[in-house]
């Protein structure tokens, strides 16, 4: 069983900056991609950013392409979500996923475990 925990989650007025940190520990696999997803109030959850943990690649929606920047460190178990430029609709509760393998996909469905979520509340 692989156990995510986020952190870094606050408020923040428009065009700052946060960063988001999501540790995985449990039986974790070097074939692996962590995703970040996020669910506004009424909304489903949607796909933000995926790394994929061999090889490093980055996928990201267009919405926070060029604003959000996902990185992982191996040696700690953890990935990351620096997030500049931050916007009023970017106001969610972040999750952080995992999935075995390596093929990224862009739905919750595909992503068999998950962190608490962390709130991200931007001002205007």
């Known amino acids: 069983q692989v156990q995510l925990v986020e952190s870094g989650g606050g408020l923040v007025q428009a065009g700052g900056s946060l960063i988001l940190s999501c540790t995985a520990s449990g039986r974790t696999f070097s074939s692996t991609v962590m995703g970040w997803f996020r669910q506004a109030p009424g909304k489903g959850r949607e796909f933000v950013a995926a790394?994929?943990?061999?090889?490093?690649?980055?996928y990201y929606a267009d919405s926070v392409k060029g604003r959000f920047t996902i990185s992982g460190d191996n040696a700690k178990n953890t990935v990351y979500l620096r997030m500049n430029s931050l916007k009023p609709e970017d106001t969610a509760v972040y999750y952080c996923?995992?999935?075995?393998?390596?093929?990224?996909?862009?739905?919750?469905?595909?992503?068999?475990?998950w962190g608490q979520g962390t709130q991200v509340t931007v001002s205007s």
């Open positions: 790394i994929r943990w061999s090889g490093g690649s980055t």
């Open positions: 996923a995992a999935r075995p393998g390596v093929v990224v996909h862009r739905v919750p469905d595909a992503y068999d475990h």
